[in-house]
């Protein structure tokens, strides 16, 4: 069992991808290669680092306060199923809103029979799933193209807009470079 994800990102707070203050986490490495992915830096499973989910909660614990949930993306966070579980089981003591984006469908998720995989599935509030298809973005909701779907398992008042919510992206500086979250 992995007791570690390959970190990319974490920043505190964010309110472009999901309800209220969030704290989003991105991992590195995705095997697809979706024309104009939002995050091509993050395909590189070099470009993170091998992070204890306890150095995790321990970092969210000292420097975030009254997080309302937590939003999970990448990279393709299911890479590491293990890692995945294991983090979505410490995060829930936190808030059980998590939301993660994946390029794997939901089908394709259950398909593979996993218990880490199952486990995350049963514990997240919202999956979006599959690849991005540029041609199919249609500027609307908190996800990325048409074609992936928002599959709601907790809080359903809370998303059951998801995918019509204004989109909106917070520019923030990190040393010499700006980054965008959210879905422009
Ligand atoms: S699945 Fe996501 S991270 Fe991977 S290439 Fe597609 S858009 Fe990029």
Not at 87 to 114: Q, R, W
Not at 137 to 143: A, E, V
Not at 169 to 179: A, F, I, N, P, S
């Amino acid at each position: 069992m992995s007791n570690t994800v390959n970190l990319a990102r974490l920043y505190y707070p964010v309110r472009t991808l999901g309800y209220g203050e969030r704290v989003g986490i991105w991992v590195a490495g995705c095997n697809r290669e979706c024309p104009y992915c939002i995050t091509p830096d993050l395909r590189d499973i070099g470009s993170g680092r091998e992070v204890d989910v306890e150095e995790i909660m321990e970092y969210i614990r000292k420097y975030c306060n009254n997080v309302d949930g937590f939003t999970i993306s990448g990279g393709e966070p299911f890479l590491n199923a293990a890692g995945l579980k294991r983090l979505v089981e410490a995060l829930s003591y936190v808030s059980e809103d998590i939301i993660i984006y994946s390029g794997y469908t939901h089908k394709e998720l259950v398909g593979m029979k996993d218990d880490n995989v199952d486990y995350v599935l049963d514990n997240i509030s919202v999956l979006v799933d599959g690849p991005y298809i540029h041609e199919l973005n249609d500027g609307k909701g908190l996800r990325g193209s048409s074609n992936q779907v928002v599959h709601v398992f907790k809080y359903e008042d809370r998303y059951k807009d998801f995918e019509h919510e204004k989109r909106s992206v917070q520019l923030v500086v990190e040393g010499d470079r700006v980054m965008t979250i959210g879905i422009p």
